[in-house]
């Protein structure tokens, strides 16, 4: 009988434990309905400030969406990539895939001014940068959907991390599935999300290799390029031209059109559609379906959304998104 009742008791006691363990886990997750009373007006305040500087340059849309993809993959999506350099650290901004390339810093700026007006000290700045990404996408014509909310931000980056944790645009096929897969993304989320590339402009440093070196390219399409992006480095260095060439400020499936054609700007973008590659069948179908490609995109941007996110009492809720409190 003694022997039944220390069973049971160790059996209630496992089921406690399993309980709160349950429960401590549940509170962590992300929510949609996260500032529903904290900050009701959210959503709002955040899209009109998304909207004003996307009308006044259809180009910061995509800019934002960049951010919130560079901050992701580097440690989570916990805002580091809007801390300035500090004494104690040198952040992820000066780092090789955002030097003079990562811009729309001060539009963040703006939209947590305005949200810390509406409901001071609540909103996290890695929450704001998913909400602008969602929005721009939505702006410039494409898909929209609820985003997942409570992460915090994080008190330290990493100028290291973002060297090794963001693809190169030199990137094969093989690092680029290697590296979503290590965050938990797969080769489908890869495709999806490189079609983000459907807005947004490039710098002639990022795809002059390819287009007065590499093959698999639509001869027509390289010349065009070649008029701004001179072959000689250090000459046109910053030029800047479309992702897309097609509807460069609409958010649709042009860009998988463009890589059937051989016509994808960077190295990395045609890697994706390269005669019989693993991903071609993915691309070609995305150029033919794009209720498919929003589908999957925005299924991709959800999960990218998950990558370790700081929750509960670890990191802090910055009043400044460019230094922490």
């Not at 704001?128 to 959907?145: F, K, N, Y």
């Not at 944790?165 to 080769?187: C, E, K, M, Q």
């Amino acid at each position: 009988m003694a022997s039944a009742l220390s069973c049971l008791s160790k059996l209630s006691l496992t089921l406690c434990l399993l309980l709160v363990c349950f429960q401590g886990s549940t509170k962590a997750q992300l929510s949609t309905d996260f500032y529903s009373k904290s900050c009701p007006n959210l959503f709002s305040t955040v899209k009109s400030s998304v909207h004003s500087a996307v009308m006044k340059e259809a180009r910061m849309g995509a800019s934002l969406l960049r951010l919130f993809f560079h901050d992701c993959f580097v440690n989570g999506c916990d805002g580091s990539v809007l801390l300035d350099d500090t004494s104690s650290f040198r952040g992820e901004k000066n780092a090789v895939p955002n030097r003079n390339s990562a811009r729309g810093f001060d539009v963040v700026d703006n939209i947590k001014s305005a949200v810390e007006k509406a409901c001071p000290g609540v909103v996290s700045c890695a929450d704001i940068l998913a909400i602008a990404a969602r929005d721009s996408v939505q702006i410039l014509g494409g898909p929209e959907w609820d985003v997942k909310l409570g992460r915090r931000d994080a008190r330290t980056t990493s100028l290291a991390a973002a060297n090794n944790g963001i693809p190169p645009p030199t990137s094969n096929l093989n690092r680029l599935v290697s590296r979503f897969n290590a965050l938990g993304l797969s080769t489908r989320d890869l495709v999806a999300l490189s079609g983000g590339h459907t807005i947004g402009q490039a710098r002639c440093t990022s795809f002059r290799a390819r287009i007065y070196n590499e093959s698999n390219i639509d001869r027509s399409f390289a010349q065009t390029r070649q008029r701004t992006c001179p072959r000689a480095t250090g000459s046109g260095d910053n030029n800047l031209a479309p992702l897309d060439i097609q509807t460069p400020t609409y958010f649709d499936n042009s860009y998988f059109k463009n890589l059937v054609n051989q016509r994808g700007l960077l190295h990395s973008d045609q890697q994706l559609f390269n005669g019989g590659g693993s991903t071609d069948s993915i691309v070609r179908g995305y150029s033919n379906d794009p209720r498919s490609f929003s589908s999957d995109f925005i299924a991709a941007m959800i999960r990218m959304g998950d990558i370790s996110p700081l929750t509960g009492s670890k990191g802090e809720i910055r009043k400044n998104c460019r230094r922490v409190n």
